[in-house]
């Protein structure tokens, strides 16, 4: 039979398949971010069959994140939803026998977040406590009866916390509000610090939901990211807390390690030894030793963590790591007490390492990319959040050897799939000194050699801090290259992960050596022959924001300059809200060596202002306030020389807001295509 005389279905049967055309990719724009799944902190089941982890995601309309608990077995295979809630969830902790998970909400009728607990084999959570300035960070006692959680008080207790409340709420509308100290203390990072309000260790009964403060009248400073306490809860019930152990008005701050008996009572002190910082104590699993992060230089200096091992028997402390010249991160004990495993930076990379308790050296795991949280689970898996330039945060799991490595979440695969990114390049070259510097170098889409491009410097905060291989929120790589833009992002004298030499040769001149890694870059990108040297920006935040502050006023290569929270006067710093060591990143107090501060600060060099300049701020941000910010922009102004200003009357240091964060993108990247067509 001849073709043409089949019925025209089964002539197409006949005929080959021609291949799906594949969609076509784009290259990562701002809204493929706030896309992004966002996967937290996984919690290990009792018998490390499972984790437990907060899964995020944006709601446009509402714009806010919002957050639910899944569960995902380590052995791999599609994992489940555990609650549904509107509200969200955070904090979970798996009890002793696995049956059932505790963690903080604040849902229908909670004016503060409160603790929860809900059963695995199904049915709605429980709510297990009433705080009057909620919970948070719950741990189950071993036995089971108890959840050891933090919560906040006015004065001694629970009674002159209720008290406290009724007052203000009676004198609503005749309240003065004044803040009113003497401490040295007054605000951290967006909030003042309440006068007389202190976090407390409690715990709640399973049986009967009774509250016992398991810490009465104590006041002492505890953890200043979230006003809790970082603690741990050991097999009989005891508590080791990290506070501060220094006292009003907090000339200098201390942070030592806490012993508080299971029934409660005053905490006893076992680090007061140590003038310098120790921290995030964990106890083994016999509950006769404790691990935690310890310093050894005090009163604010740049120092490294090491990781430490403290008999409780003997009060004796043994450093693990001195030889190590890394910094370990979120340890915690295998089961049988004889290894530790923890996360630290290295080389802008973030790895997974596990140490002996014996000593020796670190034994690396898995290697970043970069670890984003790390939880044992059972007596040979590690489940942690990997990341890199390409890849959201997704939960994978690994031997304690380094086999058998496997990917549990696969959240944005598919999105990520549709992107086109550049490629990415580690260079190290020779910077400041004739040291090595290591930089990344990233590629927009379709990058073709012998054609020359903008160049966006992206330089990053703190100075101890890092540009590492991952896919980041902020200031996202193939973001900024998607225009068409080489991005270099240096990671210069000063940066953690390269070893504490390299952090402390900046020390008293923090505008010097970064300035010349940046600009060394700068030369090598030119030379190369890929970059316009008359197209080329350079942006930053925080002390990225303070290092393009000090490039305005020492060199006009640059095209375009974005400065995100920007320290302007290096003076001007000592109204932020955390001042301790800035003697030591400045050379000296403003009373005792002014004039070597004013040699690093930028708006000493305003006469030398010309660069065009997006000058953004958060009005909440404490750390560096925003009148650097507009000090800068009102001499940039009064100069002439082209300026923007954005301030964003809700967010503090960062741009956390999904709207405000589009807005941020759209306007740096606006001024960036502004300046460098």
Same mark, same amino acid.
């Given at each position: 039979?001849?073709?043409?005389?089949?019925?025209?279905?089964?002539?197409?049967?006949?005929?080959?398949?021609?291949?799906?055309?594949?969609?076509?990719?784009?290259?990562?724009?701002?809204?493929?971010?706030?896309?992004?799944?966002?996967?937290?902190?996984?919690?290990?089941?009792?018998?490390?069959?499972?984790?437990?982890?907060?899964?995020?995601?944006?709601?446009?309309?509402?714009?806010?994140?919002?957050?639910?608990?899944?569960?995902?077995?380590?052995?791999?295979?599609?994992?489940?939803?555990?609650?549904?809630?509107?509200?969200?969830?955070?904090?979970?902790?798996?009890?002793?026998?696995?049956?059932?998970?505790?963690?903080?909400?604040?849902?229908?009728?909670?004016?503060?977040?409160?603790?929860?607990?809900?059963?695995?084999?199904?049915?709605?959570?429980?709510?297990?406590?009433?705080?009057?300035?909620?919970?948070?960070?719950?741990?189950?006692?071993?036995?089971?009866?108890?959840?050891?959680?933090?919560?906040?008080?006015?004065?001694?207790?629970?009674?002159?916390?209720?008290a406290e409340l009724a007052k203000r709420e009676k004198e609503e509308k005749t309240r003065v509000r004044a803040t009113v100290s003497e401490s040295r203390l007054v605000r951290y990072w967006d909030r003042w610090i309440e006068a007389d309000q202190w976090a407390h260790l409690f715990a709640v009964d399973a049986a009967t939901r009774a509250v016992t403060?398991?810490?009465?009248?104590?006041?002492?400073?505890?953890?200043?990211?979230?006003?809790?306490?970082?603690?741990?809860?050991?097999?009989?019930?005891?508590?080791?807390?990290?506070?501060?152990?220094?006292?009003?008005?907090?000339?200098?701050?201390?942070?030592? &390690?806490?012993? =508080?008996?299971?029934? $409660?009572?005053?905490? /006893?002190? @076992? !680090?007061?030894? +140590?003038? *310098?910082?120790?921290?995030?104590?964990?106890?083994?699993?016999?509950?006769?030793?404790?691990?935690?992060?310890?310093?050894?230089?005090?009163?604010?200096?740049?120092?490294?963590?090491?990781?430490?091992?403290?008999?409780?028997?003997?009060?004796?402390?043994?450093?693990?790591?001195?030889?190590?010249?890394?910094?370990?991160?979120?340890?915690?004990?295998?089961?049988?007490?004889?290894?530790?495993?923890?996360?630290?930076?290295?080389?802008?990379?973030?790895?997974?390492?596990?140490?002996?308790?014996?000593?020796?050296?670190?034994?690396?795991?898995?290697?970043?990319?970069?670890?984003?949280?790390?939880?044992?689970?059972?007596?040979?898996?590690?489940?942690?959040?990997?990341?890199?330039?390409?890849?959201?945060?997704? &939960?994978?799991? =690994?031997?304690?050897? $380094?086999?058998?490595? /496997?990917? @549990? !979440?696969?959240? +944005?695969? *598919?999105?990520?799939?549709?992107?086109?990114?550049?490629?990415?390049?580690?260079?190290?070259?020779?910077?400041?000194?004739?040291?090595?510097?290591?930089?990344?170098?990233?590629?927009?889409?379709?990058?073709?050699?012998?054609?020359?491009?903008?160049?966006?410097?992206?330089?990053?905060?703190?100075?101890?801090?890092?540009?590492?291989?991952?896919?980041?929120?902020?200031?996202?790589?193939?973001?900024?290259?998607?225009?068409?833009?080489?991005?270099?992002?240096?990671?210069?004298?000063?940066?953690?992960?390269?070893?504490?030499?390299?952090?402390?040769?900046?020390?008293?001149?923090?505008?010097?050596?970064?300035?010349?890694?940046?600009?060394?870059?700068?030369?090598?990108?030119?030379?190369?022959?890929?970059?316009?040297?008359?197209?080329?920006?350079?942006? $930053?935040?925080?002390?990225?924001?303070?290092?393009?502050?000090?490039? *305005?006023?020492?060199?006009?290569?640059?095209?375009?300059?974005?400065?995100?929270?920007?320290?302007?006067?290096?003076?001007?710093?000592?109204?932020?809200?955390?001042?301790?060591?800035?003697?030591?990143?400045?050379?000296?107090?403003?009373?005792?060596?002014?004039?070597?501060?004013?040699?690093?600060?930028?708006?000493?060099?305003?006469?030398?202002?010309?660069?065009?300049?997006?000058?953004?701020?958060?009005?909440?941000?404490?750390?560096?306030?925003?009148?650097?910010?507009?000090?800068?922009?009102?001499?940039?102004?009064?100069?002439?020389?082209?300026?923007?200003?954005?301030?964003?009357?809700?967010?503090?240091?960062?741009?956390?807001?999904?709207?405000?964060?589009?807005?941020?993108?759209?306007?740096?990247?606006?001024?960036?295509?502004?300046?460098?067509?």
């Amino acid at each position: 039979m001849s073709l043409l005389r089949l019925p025209v279905l089964a002539l197409l049967a006949t005929l080959p398949l021609a291949a799906a055309e594949p969609p076509a990719k784009h290259p990562l724009g701002v809204d493929d971010i706030w896309s992004v799944v966002r996967v937290g902190r996984p919690v290990a089941s009792p018998d490390g069959k499972v984790v437990v982890y907060p899964r995020s995601t944006w709601d446009a309309a509402k714009n806010r994140m919002l957050s639910d608990l899944w569960l995902q077995p380590v052995a791999g295979g599609p994992g489940r939803r555990l609650t549904a809630h509107e509200a969200g969830e955070s904090a979970p902790a798996f009890s002793p026998d696995g049956s059932r998970l505790a963690f903080v909400s604040k849902r229908d009728g909670d004016k503060e977040a409160q603790l929860y607990v809900i059963r695995l084999d199904g049915g709605e959570a429980e709510r297990w406590t009433e705080m009057p300035l909620g919970a948070q960070s719950p741990r189950w006692t071993a036995d089971g009866r108890r959840i050891v959680f933090v919560s906040a008080v006015w004065g001694e207790s629970l009674e002159t916390t209720k008290a406290e409340l009724a007052k203000r709420e009676k004198e609503e509308k005749t309240r003065v509000r004044a803040t009113v100290s003497e401490s040295r203390l007054v605000r951290y990072w967006d909030r003042w610090i309440e006068a007389d309000q202190w976090a407390h260790l409690f715990a709640v009964d399973a049986a009967t939901r009774a509250v016992t403060d398991l810490t009465p009248g104590m006041k002492r400073l505890g953890n200043l990211e979230d006003g809790g306490i970082v603690f741990d809860v050991a097999r009989d019930g005891s508590v080791v807390f990290a506070a501060n152990a220094t006292e009003p008005p907090y000339r200098t701050m201390n942070t030592d &390690l806490f012993l =508080v008996p299971a029934a $409660g009572g005053a905490p /006893r002190d @076992l !680090t007061a030894d +140590n003038p *310098a910082e120790d921290g995030h104590p964990v106890f083994s699993p016999d509950g006769r030793t404790v691990a935690y992060g310890r310093e050894a230089k005090g009163d604010g200096w740049p120092d490294r963590t090491r990781l430490a091992l403290l008999d409780l028997a003997t009060g004796k402390t043994n450093v693990l790591t001195e030889a190590w010249d890394l910094v370990p991160e979120e340890w915690s004990f295998t089961p049988d007490g004889k290894t530790l495993v923890f996360r630290a930076e290295a080389r802008a990379r973030t790895n997974v390492y596990s140490l002996p308790v014996a000593g020796g050296t670190p034994n690396v795991v898995w290697k970043g990319g970069r670890a984003t949280s790390l939880a044992l689970a059972g007596a040979s898996d590690l489940v942690f959040g990997a990341t890199s330039f390409r890849r959201p945060a997704e &939960l994978a799991a =690994v031997k304690l050897d $380094g086999s058998g490595l /496997r990917s @549990l !979440t696969s959240w +944005n695969d *598919a999105q990520m799939a549709g992107i086109a990114f550049g490629e990415e390049r580690e260079v190290v070259f020779k910077g400041a000194g004739g040291d090595d510097v290591q930089m990344w170098v990233v590629y927009p889409p379709g990058f073709e050699k012998g054609r020359k491009y903008p160049l966006v410097h992206v330089v990053h905060g703190g100075p101890i801090g890092t540009s590492g291989d991952e896919f980041h929120a902020r200031w996202n790589a193939h973001a900024f290259a998607a225009p068409g833009y080489v991005v270099a992002m240096v990671n210069f004298h000063g940066s953690s992960s390269f070893g504490q030499a390299f952090i402390e040769s900046i020390l008293g001149a923090p505008g010097d050596k970064p300035f010349r890694d940046v600009m060394a870059a700068t030369d090598l990108l030119v030379a190369e022959g890929s970059v316009d040297p008359k197209r080329m920006a350079a942006t $930053g935040g925080s002390y990225g924001g303070y290092l393009v502050n000090w490039i *305005a006023g020492q060199t006009d290569r640059f095209a375009a300059l974005v400065t995100h929270a920007g320290i302007y006067s290096l003076l001007g710093q000592f109204a932020s809200d955390l001042a301790y060591g800035r003697q030591h990143s400045y050379g000296g107090f403003p009373y005792t060596n002014a004039s070597a501060i004013e040699r690093w600060s930028p708006n000493r060099y305003a006469a030398q202002l010309k660069t065009p300049m997006l000058v953004v701020h958060g009005e909440k941000d404490f750390r560096v306030p925003i009148t650097q910010g507009l000090e800068l922009y009102g001499v940039l102004t009064a100069k002439g020389v082209p300026a923007r200003l954005v301030a964003y009357p809700d967010e503090n240091h960062w741009v956390l807001k999904g709207n405000d964060a589009k807005h941020w993108y759209g306007e740096v990247l606006g001024w960036l295509a502004r300046w460098l067509k």
